[in-house]
């Protein structure tokens, strides 16, 4: 089979960079202005001149051109009553991106710069990053531009309901199965399970995943992203004879990703200095203590600044590029995307950064992931980084088919056989096309190739 249209015919004739250069430039004129999505999909395509190069068969069955579309984008509107009375309107997103490798898996967003250029970012991202982990999941991501901040439980519990009374029509265990991500937590997906259960009629637990243990979630799904984080981070500095023990740690965010990402560094021997809310940082020299953090922010939804209220010799700054100039060995990214900027890398690197993990989907932007790398900073991709939080949502659909659960020993076990495998896939596949060390030519190369080899064995669609 080739897919031929006299375009390509032509840019055949044309080397793979030029070729991989000619069909970003049709998805930027198809997805005009959405600039986070095209950041996405070029930071995987500028990767893949060597894979085209050895593998022409990509280009007759069309692989770029089908991977960037995405299977079917869903936008609703969501009408919702707050505790006043008063009507709002948000509006809701669901990208079924990728089906090749299971059902459409991925979080659901809640946060006011929602658009749907963002969503199609998290969704390209999260092909890659599923086919990473090895089990059967697609990729997909979704979510609103409803700001859950300042709202009463029941107005939660309202919005999460309007929300699931449309998705509910799109997904279902074998179908698409979503999860948590910023402003998105047990509590709302308790909600959303709800109300999906009241639909259908129906105890389907596989449908969403990051349920409460106590209600068919999985046991280590909370911790499972931020862990995994460092447990990749530590096998990337194992390669170097380096280790987390010792270090000096900046993890940004204060919420599921950085609070587990601070716990486990920190249970593996480093100091935690630094950490941040959307409103400012915090920096404690004597090392963040995590339990307050978590009572602040899991249990008491306060702002990080109350922090200092228990801490006073910790100090607050209400400029979030601060926090990167701060001096650290280690820096862990865990709030939100574009967070690091060349400016902020070019300071990390100044103060003698070694290793930076993206615990976040692509916090630092493409200037920073430059400055970093070519100063010698080891770097840990986001989607190998933070891909323990997916793969213990994989297993918690596994848990939920078998009608059982594994101990929390178990999946954490689990979780790290997978971080180390994504960690060695990586190498393996950098080294395999010609880029020793380079792990996010080997995480996007072996993400893809995962996906484009079955998408050419499921036929044209
Ligand atoms: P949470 O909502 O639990 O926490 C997000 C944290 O980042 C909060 O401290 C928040 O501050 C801060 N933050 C969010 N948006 C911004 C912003 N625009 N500017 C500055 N700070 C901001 O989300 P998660 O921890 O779940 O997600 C964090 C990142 O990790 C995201 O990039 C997400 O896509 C990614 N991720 C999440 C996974 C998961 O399992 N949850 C899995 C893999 C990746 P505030 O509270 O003030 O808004
Ligand atoms: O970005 C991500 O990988 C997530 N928000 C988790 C997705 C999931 O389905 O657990």
Redesign the pocket.
Known sequence: MRYTTPEVTEIRRQSSSEYIKAVHKKIAERNAGESEFLQATWEVFSSLKPVIEQHPEYIDHGILERLAEPERLIIFRVAWEDDEGKVHVNRGFRVQFNSTLGPYKG?L?F?P?LTSSVVKF?GFEQIF?NALTGLPIGGGKGGSDFDP?GKSDREIMRFCQSFMTELSRHIGPDIDVP???????KREIGYMFGQYKRIRNAYEAGVVT?KNPDNGGSLV?KE???YGTVYFVEEMLKGEGKTFAGSKVIV????????YAMEKAIEFGATVIA?????GYIYDPSGIDVETVKQL?EVERK??YHYLESHPNARFGND?TEIWTIPCDIALP????N?ISRESAHALVDNGLKALGE?????CDEEAVRVLTNNGVLFAP?KAA?????AV?AMEMSQNSMRYSWTAEEVDEKLQTVMKSIYRSCIETAEQYGQPGNLIAGANIAGFKKVADAMIAYGLH
């Open positions: 979080g967003r946060h710069s998290l990053k901040k999860a948590g991500d910023i402003g998105v937590g990051g799904r499972a992203t931020g940004s965010g204060s919420g599921n990703v950085s609070i950490c941040s809310d959307s409103e922010k702002r990080i979030n865990c709030a939100t995307q967070e615990g976040a989907n692509m916090p986001a933070n891909a323990g939080g997916v949502s």
